[in-house]
């Protein structure tokens, strides 16, 4: 081969050499945790926190799914007092009408779909379907079961603003008076007349749509109460730091009596809280979810709390457009600790 030197080296010399010579280059392997991009490297990025309205950075030619399907399964257990009737007697004798101290056992199975419009909207629907089992724990009354469905709730969510690792978001849901179930009697209600036959299964109902909600950490009352509109507006952020996920919410769920048979025609619960989630390994973020609920207006005379806490550690798997997740629902503070409530929750989103 001759000699070249560096005077007679032509310029398609240097541009045939470079070619054989340098390597393509790579795309930057280190987009932001919740990004969708990914690199040349086949780099997996961590998903942005499952809040209503969420919402993922993306790359320029990668879209994110226009369509969530979310399903949990919520079975757990409280107590209650529930107006019973005593255990059956001759047709002729009058009923018991005693509040009677009751482990409530429900599973509830809560369905969701969301649609997202653009990269900001979503729009979504929820309604839970309720399984109850309701034990007497002074042997007065017989063990019954009943089947209900809640609140049908619409919802949308908007993105008002985002950086590259945080984004802001408001959301708000409807939930229409769909649940069943009859409000019981006032004490004073019953002492005026204590041979008096209510609807008993309604009551067993009612109280049966509460454990629900009970189970579930009071979070989602809107979607258990029965006769009432809820309303309840929302206001979110997901902030992103590394591999750790931050997701603070406030919300207040506004419950409207349209039955006229309730003597709280209001009802007004704030929850504030904070989601924290670690991506130890691309497929697989533990964490925790933490509120506290304040009822600004008794709903029940009985109730002994206006404020519970709530603690929520989560497991949960990223397997592409899959998302399966299990966690435990423990009331630390309320209420609702006193009543040793506690729910388990399995469940999965998926995206397509």
């Given at each position: 081969?001759?000699?070249?030197?560096?005077?007679?080296?032509s310029?398609?010399?240097?541009?045939?050499?470079?070619?054989?010579?340098?390597?393509?280059?790579?795309?930057?392997a280190?987009?932001?945790?919740?990004?969708?991009?990914?690199?040349?490297?086949?780099?997996?990025?961590?998903?942005?926190?499952?809040?209503?309205?969420?919402?993922h950075?993306?790359?320029?030619?990668?879209?994110?799914?226009?369509?969530?399907?979310?399903?949990?399964?919520?079975?757990?257990?409280?107590?209650?007092?529930?107006?019973?009737?005593g255990?059956?007697?001759?047709i002729?004798?009058?009923?018991?009408?005693?509040?009677?101290?009751?482990?409530?056992?429900?599973?509830?199975?809560?369905?969701?779909v969301?649609?997202?419009l653009?990269?900001?909207?979503?729009?979504?629907?929820?309604?839970?379907?309720?399984?109850?089992?309701l034990?007497?724990?002074?042997?007065?009354?017989?063990?019954?079961?009943?089947?209900?469905?809640?609140?049908?709730?619409?919802?949308g969510?908007?993105?008002?603003?985002?950086?590259k690792?945080?984004?802001?978001?408001?959301?708000?849901?409807?939930?229409?008076?769909?649940?069943?179930?009859?409000?019981?009697?006032s004490?004073?209600?019953?002492?005026?007349?204590?041979?008096?036959?209510?609807?008993?299964?309604?009551?067993?109902?009612?109280?049966?749509?509460?454990?629900?909600?009970?189970?579930l950490?009071?979070?989602?009352?809107?979607?258990?109460?029965?006769g009432?509109l809820?309303?309840?507006?929302?206001?979110?952020?997901?902030?992103?730091?590394?591999?750790?996920?931050?997701?603070?919410?406030?919300?207040?769920?506004?419950?409207?009596?349209?039955?006229g048979?309730?003597?709280?025609?209001?009802?007004?619960?704030?929850?504030?809280?904070?989601r924290?989630?670690f991506?130890?390994?691309?497929?697989?973020?533990?964490g925790?979810h933490?509120?506290?609920?304040?009822?600004?207006?008794?709903?029940?005379?009985?109730?002994?709390?206006d404020?519970?806490?709530?603690?929520?550690p989560?497991?949960?798997?990223?397997?592409?457009?899959?998302?399966?997740?299990?966690s435990?629902?423990?009331?630390?503070?309320?209420?609702?600790?006193?009543?040793?409530?506690?729910?388990?929750?399995?469940?999965?989103?998926?995206?397509?």
């Amino acid at each position: 081969m001759p000699r070249v030197t560096g005077r007679s080296l032509s310029l398609l010399s240097v541009l045939a050499f470079a070619s054989v010579a340098l390597p393509p280059t790579v795309a930057s392997a280190h987009d932001e945790p919740g990004s969708q991009k990914q690199s040349t490297q086949a780099q997996t990025p961590s998903p942005a926190a499952t809040e209503p309205g969420k919402e993922h950075e993306k790359g320029e030619k990668e879209e994110e799914p226009d369509w969530e399907v979310a399903a949990d399964v919520i079975g757990g257990a409280t107590t209650a007092d529930v107006l019973s009737p005593g255990r059956p007697t001759r047709i002729e004798q009058p009923p018991l009408n005693m509040l009677d101290s009751t482990r409530i056992t429900a599973y509830t199975f809560l369905f969701g779909v969301e649609r997202h419009l653009g990269d900001r909207l979503t729009v979504g629907i929820r309604a839970p379907i309720v399984a109850a089992t309701l034990a007497s724990r002074t042997g007065i009354s017989e063990d019954r079961s009943v089947v209900l469905g809640g609140n049908i709730e619409l919802e949308g969510s908007f993105v008002l603003a985002r950086g590259k690792n945080w984004d802001l978001g408001v959301a708000l849901g409807v939930a229409l008076p769909t649940a069943g179930g009859t409000e019981p009697p006032s004490a004073a209600e019953v002492a005026a007349d204590p041979a008096k036959r209510f609807d008993y299964k309604s009551i067993d109902v009612f109280a049966a749509a509460h454990a629900a909600s009970a189970t579930l950490g009071s979070y989602d009352s809107a979607l258990f109460e029965p006769g009432n509109l809820g309303i309840v507006p929302q206001i979110y952020a997901n902030i992103r730091i590394s591999e750790l996920t931050l997701t603070p919410t406030v919300k207040v769920e506004n419950l409207i009596n349209v039955t006229g048979d309730s003597d709280e025609t209001y009802i007004n619960e704030i929850v504030a809280g904070v989601r924290a989630g670690f991506h130890v390994t691309p497929a697989f973020e533990p964490g925790v979810h933490v509120w506290v609920r304040s009822l600004h207006q008794q709903a029940h005379s009985e109730d002994t709390s206006d404020t519970v806490g709530v603690v929520e550690p989560y497991m949960r798997f990223h397997l592409g457009g899959f998302q399966p997740g299990v966690s435990a629902i423990l009331p630390f503070a309320g209420d609702l600790a006193d009543a040793k409530t506690f729910g388990i929750r399995g469940g999965f989103i998926a995206e397509f």
